[in-house]
C-alpha cells in the first residue's frame, strides 16, 4: 500500500494553509478514507502533544483529530520552537534534539535532516490511503530555496499534486500568486496543479474577469475561492494572535475584564481560545503596565522562555503592576511559564534557558523552580482540587515544561490539580485568588472555566450561569464539521479526486 497526495503551499505565511489542510483531513475522512496530515517541518510556539509524550506542531495535532486519527511524531518530524533571538530549539520526531543558532541550523543540520523526513513519510505511505501534506512559509523564498525542506523538495518526495494558496484579503493576490510561480524552477512548476484563492469577501462577479486571466496566463486552473469564514480551529502561529486581539471587545462591553499578559515569547496561546466563548467575558491583550487597569483577572501565559519574559516585566513595570493589581483584588492565573513566574525564586544552574543563575519571581505563589535540561512532555488527567468549588471536575491537557517547581510552605495552600498517577499539579492559594499549573488546555476544560467564572460573577454579584455545557471536544467536532462543509462547498473535489485516481493509476493501481 502507498498512500496518494496532495499538498497546500502557500504564497506566504498566513494565507490559511493549515486551516484548508485541516478542512480536507476530515472531508476525506468523511468520504472514508485514512488520512494523516504531514508537515516535515515546522516552525511554532504552539505544540501539541501525542500519546505517547512526543511534542509536534499544534496545527499537525488537529488536522490528526479532524482526520480522526490519532497524532504521531511522523506527521510533524521536525519541530522548531523559537527560544531567543535567532536561536530556536530543535524537536527531532516529538523529542528535544538540540538548541540551534539559525546560521548554524541551515549550515549544519537541514540537508542531514531529509533522511529523517523522507524515513517518515514512505512510513505515512505504508498505513493511510492519502496524506494531506502541507507547506511552510512560501516556496519561492530565493534566499532559503536551496535549504528549504518544508515545500518543494518535500512535494517531490511525495510526488504530490500542489495546490498553491493565496490569501486575497491582504491585497495583491493575482501579483502574489505569479510572482510566486515565476520563481518556482520549471519542474516544480509543474507539480502545481490548482491555485486556491482564499479569505474571500465580497461579490464573486467581479473576480471573475481576474480569475479567467489568471488561468490563461499560468496555464493552472482556480479550483476555489473560499469566502472568509471565521471559525473557531485553534492556531499555531504567533502570526494569528493578532487575529485573536482583533475580537477583543471595548473594555466597557464585558462584565468581567479578563486581562492576558502578551509575554514576547507567549506560547500556547490556544489555551486562551475558550475564554472568548465564555459569556460575559471580555479578553485585553496587555503589553504595557499603563493598559493594565484594575482587571478581575489577569492570565499569564505560557512562555518559551519564562527567564526573559520575566525580565522584560520587571523592565515594563508590569512586574509591580500585576502585583499590586493582586493585592487590590484581582484574581491572577498562570499557566506553564506562567505559573514558574508566579513564583518566589527561578534557579538556572545550568544555564538551560538563559545566563541568569537566580532570578526573583512575582511572589504571588510560595514556589520556587528550578530548571532543569529534561522536559516534560505528557497527557495528563486528573481532578480540581474539591477545595476550590465545593465539588470535583474531572479536567485533561497536557504538559510541556522545563523545571521542577516545589512549595516553599504549607499554610494556606493546596493542589490545584489531584493527577490520576498520584501525584499532584500546581498550587492554589489564598482561596483561588491566585492559581498556578503546568497543564495546557486547563481551560478547554469547559466545566473547569464556568466554574471559575462563576465564582468572579458570584463576587461581583453578577447571576451565575449554567454548569451544562458542551464539552471541548464536541465544539472541536462541531468546528471541524463546519469547516470541511464550507470549504467543500467552494473547492473543486470532483478535481481533486481525478487528480488522486490518477496517482492511483500511475502507482499501478494500489
Request: glycine share 8%; charged share 25%.
Amino acid at each position: 500500500m502507498r498512500a496518494n497526495s496532495i499538498m497546500i503551499q502557500g504564497t506566504s505565511s498566513d494565507v490559511g494553509k493549515s486551516v484548508l489542510c485541516t478542512a480536507l483531513c476530515r472531508i476525506f475522512s468523511n468520504a472514508g478514507y485514512k488520512v494523516a496530515p504531514f508537515k516535515s517541518q515546522n516552525m511554532a510556539l504552539n505544540s501539541y502533544v501525542t500519546k505517547d509524550g512526543g511534542e509536534i506542531g499544534r496545527a499537525q495535532g488537529v488536522q490528526a483529530e479532524a482526520a480522526r486519527e490519532i497524532a504521531t511524531t511522523k506527521m510533524n518530524p521536525i519541530l522548531l520552537k523559537p527560544k531567543q533571538d535567532m536561536v530556536s530549539e530543535v524537536i527531532v520526531h516529538g523529542k528535544h534534539f538540540k538548541d540551534m543558532s539559525a546560521t548554524n541550523y541551515r549550515d549544519n543540520f537541514v540537508l542531514q535532516a531529509l533522511p529523517i523526513v523522507e524515513k517518515a513519510i514512505r512510513e505515512l505511505e505504508q498505513s493511510y490511503d492519502i496524506i494531506v501534506a502541507e507547506g511552510a512559509g512560501s516556496p519561492a523564498e530565493i534566499n532559503l530555496k536551496d535549504r528549504d525542506i518544508a515545500n518543494m523538495r518535500v512535494a517531490k518526495m511525495l510526488n504530490a499534486d500542489v495546490f498553491l494558496v493565496a490569501d486575497i484579503d491582504r491585497g495583491g493576490v493575482f501579483a502574489s500568486i505569479v510572482g510566486t510561480l515565476a520563481l518556482l524552477d520549471e519542474d516544480e512548476r509543474k507539480l502545481v496543479k490548482g491555485i486556491i484563492i482564499n479569505k474571500f469577501r465580497g461579490m464573486i462577479e467581479i473576480l471573475e474577469n481576474g480569475i479567467k486571466w489568471l488561468e490563461e496566463y499560468t496555464g493552472i486552473p482556480v479550483i476555489g475561492v473560499i469566502p472568509y469564514f471565521d471559525l473557531k480551529i485553534e492556531a499555531e502561529d504567533s502570526l494569528a494572535l493578532d487575529t485573536l486581539k482583533l475580537k477583543r471587545p471595548k473594555k466597557n462591553d464585558s462584565l468581567i475584564d479578563v486581562v492576558c499578559i502578551q509575554l514576547p515569547r507567549i506560547s500556547n496561546f490556544t489555551d486562551l481560545d475558550p475564554l472568548f466563548d465564555e459569556p460575559d467575558v471580555g479578553v485585553r491583550f496587555v503589553s504595557h503596565a499603563s493598559d493594565l487597569g484594575n482587571p478581575d483577572c489577569i492570565i499569564i501565559p505560557g512562555t518559551k522562555n519564562t527567564t526573559a519574559d520575566l525580565e522584560w516585566l520587571k523592565e515594563t513595570g508590569l512586574f509591580e503592576a500585576i502585583q499590586q493589581c493582586s493585592m487590590n483584588g484581582s484574581r491572577v492565573f498562570g499557566i506553564c511559564g506562567g505559573y514558574q513566574i508566579l513564583g518566589e525564586k527561578l534557579f538556572d544552574p545550568d544555564f538551560v534557558e538563559s545566563d541568569i543563575k537566580e532570578t526573583t519571581g512575582l511572589c504571588l505563589l510560595p514556589i520556587q523552580t528550578t530548571f532543569e535540561k529534561n522536559k516534560r512532555t505528557t497527557q495528563t488527567k486528573g481532578k480540581i482540587h474539591p477545595m476550590l468549588f465545593n465539588k470535583e471536575i474531572d479536567v485533561k491537557g497536557y504538559e510541556i515544561h522545563l523545571g521542577q517547581t516545589k512549595v516553599t510552605q504549607d499554610s494556606n495552600v493546596q493542589p490545584f490539580l489531584q493527577l490520576d498517577d498520584g501525584s499532584c499539579d500546581g498550587i492554589i492559594f489564598h482561596h483561588g485568588k491566585v492559581i498556578g499549573t503546568y497543564l495546557h488546555g486547563i481551560f478547554q476544560n469547559r466545566s473547569f472555566t464556568r466554574a471559575y467564572f462563576n465564582e468572579i460573577r458570584k463576587s461581583k454579584g453578577l447571576k451565575e450561569l449554567s454548569m451544562d455545557v458542551i464539552s471541548d471536544k464536541e465544539q472541536r467536532e462541531q468546528a471541524y464539521d463546519v469547516l470541511a462543509q464550507h470549504v467543500q462547498q467552494y473547492l473543486n473535489m470532483e478535481y481533486i479526486y481525478s487528480l488522486l485516481e490518477n496517482q492511483k493509476k500511475v502507482k499501478g493501481g494500489v
